[in-house]
């Protein structure tokens, strides 16, 4: 047995800082189990990686008395195996897969050993601790993990944790000098229990104060909160001056501590198309916490200091004027992770919009879904009398319009029409509607457009498009009169295509009462929506942020503060699984597709037209669903919602592309592709990958492409663009191959996208 060092020095010096943020340190949750599969070397590597100062494993017993690492009793949820883990011998919990449950990318990850995880630290570049909590009950287990410990002369690198006081009571029997920790929701009581056995933490899964954090220092206990994954509560126990916070994103913790601002902008020259500005910038670099994103300035003078807009981490933005004859300066800075700006404004660039002297334009027909109504999206703001005279509307062949009605956005039309025929080619003339020039331009000659209708997919139960613009009904254009109430008043506003719902957050929501239509009792379910977010999961002020809610969870769309993500919950009579989007593939502020799909054997979301993640799961979905929109238990959606669409059966991954992008998977007819505001670029999930991977981008404009890919020397080792191309999405398929079609080898590699008025540079891994 080791002579108590009761107070470590590395505790002490703890309670001697007098700065709140020196003085907490950041535990990685299970690893940094937000980034990588909890619980696993891949998980504890990415903690070290990360620079977090601890990382937290569980400890559990097999059958023939190893010490592995699993949350649960049973290892279902994070392994391709199945039954309690006491059941299991060492050879049989190391065959079974611990890491595709979490991304393909760890696929193969094991369930480790205790002794794997204490050799992985010491091997680490630096002292990193570990937290051992022991999960279970089993005989001997302490014993086993304090054996542990010694063998290692870790003990003071180790703090070993429990919710049962007998086992750090043990601990303490065993080893004075290896620290425990009792978890609870800690009250004085449990702090008096420590201070009785001279241990040395408590975490709390509660609230903590200044009086209990006082109350434990006094008598020499340090406070850990568990498990802190908002960045704004992070901020706030950090200047309580907690000694330590238990997260599953070391990351963000680590980020928030960073006090440096990151570098000032340079601005490039504007370009300025009718009354938009395109603005784009050279990246601003955070080598400590990293860019979150940008605040763009704009004034009618020199000197630009207000705020026009906050956007995320990209380089290029257009600004929707609607002006003319007008002059506007703009400046920027950069934003880290951490909230903090660029010390200086970037140079100043203008742009001078000139007089309009341009009718509007058509830029898409929306004819999807409802035989009896079509949405013409233009360019640019429309006078309201010419926009909604129907007389300026024909289609051809036989089709009659009886009513135009302008949207609230004001660039979209919505037509009332005498009932479309399936796949039938159509052609719609514009003619005398008008912009808001200060001498208005009409469309002369007419402007013709071909289209095509294509109707609901096939088992829709339920769709709102939300063009009503006004009133208290959401009507389902389905069929099955799925009618909705707003509640409250969510608003009417601007939606992805026409009109849409914004919430405010606070107490608005939308309901569907149960319908037979809506009682999905079966092996798949699919919803598909369009939303833009006002806050990304971690600013959410409360645990959710919920889009779409049915009774007892069935198929729910939602943002989770605690994972970082938007999820897809599906609930069966077997079990419940979460797939998700992680906020880093998330933007506030712009149009995103969302779609859930449960096959059966999986529960699946995607982003965009692209899947990110999957979960296994059985059984059938449970009956009697009341839908509820924007609301969830107390929690509310802060944004927009637009055309909502529930479906009776799994769709397809065709399917869900055809609903982001409009491209009809039997013939090929773009019917509604989405035009984009801004032009974005983007490495689709996972990354790293190994060997295929997606690059996904939206130009704004129609012009020459060029996508390359280089090493870490700067030389370019692959070209998938290099041609003139149309607005709109696109996507580019790699199997990490060079230009003779020869295989790269592992490492890191920087993409790059350059085309008129853009510009985007990223960075990924490949790992063979």
Not at 415 to 430: D, F, R
Not at 627 to 653: C, E, M, V
């Amino acid at each position: 047995m080791k002579k108590s060092t009761f107070w470590l020095p590395l505790l002490a010096i703890l309670l001697c800082q007098s700065a709140a943020i020196a003085g907490t340190v950041i535990i990685a949750h299970r690893g940094a189990s937000g980034l990588a599969p909890e619980n696993t070397l891949a998980a504890f590597a990415k903690a070290i990686e990360i620079g977090a100062d601890w990382f937290e494993l569980d400890v559990h017993l097999s059958s023939d008395d190893s010490l592995m690492l699993m949350h649960d009793d049973t290892i279902d949820r994070t392994t391709s195996g199945s039954g309690a883990l006491v059941t299991k011998t060492y050879a049989q919990l190391c065959a079974v897969d611990a890491g595709s449950w979490f991304s393909p990318a760890f696929a193969g990850e094991k369930i480790p050993t205790l002794s794997e995880a204490l050799d992985l630290a010491l091997a680490a570049p630096y002292r990193v601790g570990v937290v051992i909590e022991i999960k279970a009950t089993t005989a001997g287990i302490v014993e086993k993990a304090v054996a542990e410990v010694q063998r290692r002369n870790m003990q003071d690198r180790v703090i070993l944790s429990s919710f049962n006081l007998s086992q750090i009571t043990q601990s303490k029997q065993l080893d004075p000098s290896i620290p425990v920790q009792l978890f609870a929701t800690i009250t004085a009581t449990h702090i008096n229990q420590v201070a009785a056995i001279k241990g040395e933490w408590v975490g709390s899964g509660g609230t903590i104060t200044k009086a209990l954090l006082d109350l434990a220092h006094a008598q020499k206990i340090l406070m850990n909160k568990w498990t802190v994954n908002s960045a704004a509560e992070m901020r706030n126990l950090i200047n309580l001056g907690v000694d330590a916070i238990t997260t599953n994103f070391p990351d963000i913790a680590k980020a928030i501590l960073d006090n440096t601002p990151p570098t000032d902008v340079v601005l490039l020259p504007p370009l300025v198309e009718a009354s938009r500005v395109a603005l784009s910038w050279q990246s601003a670099v955070d080598p400590e916490s990293g860019i979150a994103g940008y605040q763009i300035y704009r004034d009618t003078t020199a000197h630009a200091t207000t705020l026009l807009c906050s956007l995320g981490d990209t380089t290029f933005w257009v600004d929707e004027t609607h002006s003319e004859s007008k002059q506007f300066f703009y400046r920027i800075k950069a934003r880290n992770v951490a909230g903090l700006l660029s010390a200086h404004f970037s140079n100043e660039v203008s742009a001078t919009i000139a007089a309009d002297h341009q009718p509007p334009h058509v830029k898409q027909v929306r004819a999807y879904g409802r035989a009896d109504q079509i949405v013409i999206a233009f360019d640019e703001r429309l006078d309201q009398t010419s926009a909604e005279t129907v007389a300026n509307y024909q289609i051809t062949p036989g089709i009659g319009v009886h009513s135009a009605r302008l949207a609230l956005e004001r660039q979209s039309v919505i037509l009332g029409v005498s009932p479309l025929q399936e796949k039938t080619p159509y052609t719609l003339s514009v003619s005398q509607v008008q912009d808001l020039a200060a001498t208005p331009n009409p469309i002369i000659p007419p402007a013709s457009v071909p289209f095509m209708f294509i109707p609901f997919l096939p088992n829709t139960v339920a769709s709102w498009d939300l063009d009503e613009g006004e009133g208290v009904v959401m009507t389902d254009g389905s069929g099955n009169d799925n009618h909705g109430a707003l509640i409250i008043g969510p608003g009417w506003g601007s939606g992805w295509c026409g009109n849409g719902l914004v919430f405010n957050g606070v107490n608005d929501y939308a309901t569907v009462p149960a319908s037979t239509s809506l009682d999905i009792n079966a092996a798949e379910v699919s919803i598909s929506l369009w939303t833009n977010l006002a806050l990304l999961p971690n600013d959410l002020p409360g645990a959710y942020g919920p889009l779409y809610d049915s009774d007892t969870d069935n198929y729910v769309l939602y943002e989770d503060k605690g994972s970082n993500e938007l999820r897809f919950k599906v609930t069966t009579d077997k079990s419940a699984e979460r797939p998700g989007i992680p906020a880093s593939y998330l933007r506030t502020g712009i149009w995103l597709h969302v779609a859930g799909v449960y096959d059966g054997s999986k529960a699946m979301i995607y982003l965009n037209g692209q899947l990110h993640d999957s979960h296994p799961l059985t059984g059938t979905v449970r009956p009697k669903q009341r839908a509820t929109i924007g609301a969830s238990a107390g929690s509310y959606f802060k944004g927009a919602i637009d055309d909502i669409q529930i479906f009776n059966r799994a769709l397809t991954g065709e399917e869900i592309r055809f609903l982001y992008a409009g491209e009809d998977p039997a013939t090929g007819v773009v019917t509604r592709r989405q035009m984009p505001r801004q032009s974005h670029l983007e490495l689709n999930y996972p990354n790293p990958f190994n060997p295929a991977t997606t690059f996904r981008y939206v130009l704004t404009e129609r012009g020459k492409v060029r996508l390359a890919v280089y090493d870490r020397l700067g030389r370019e080792v692959a070209q998938l663009v290099d041609a003139i191309q149309e607005p709109g999405a696109h996507e580019v398929h790699w199997q990490a191959c060079g230009r003779h079609g020869l295989p790269l080898s592992s490492g890191v590699y920087f993409y790059r996208l350059t085309t008129q008025g853009y510009e985007a540079t990223g960075k990924t891994s490949f790992l063979k």
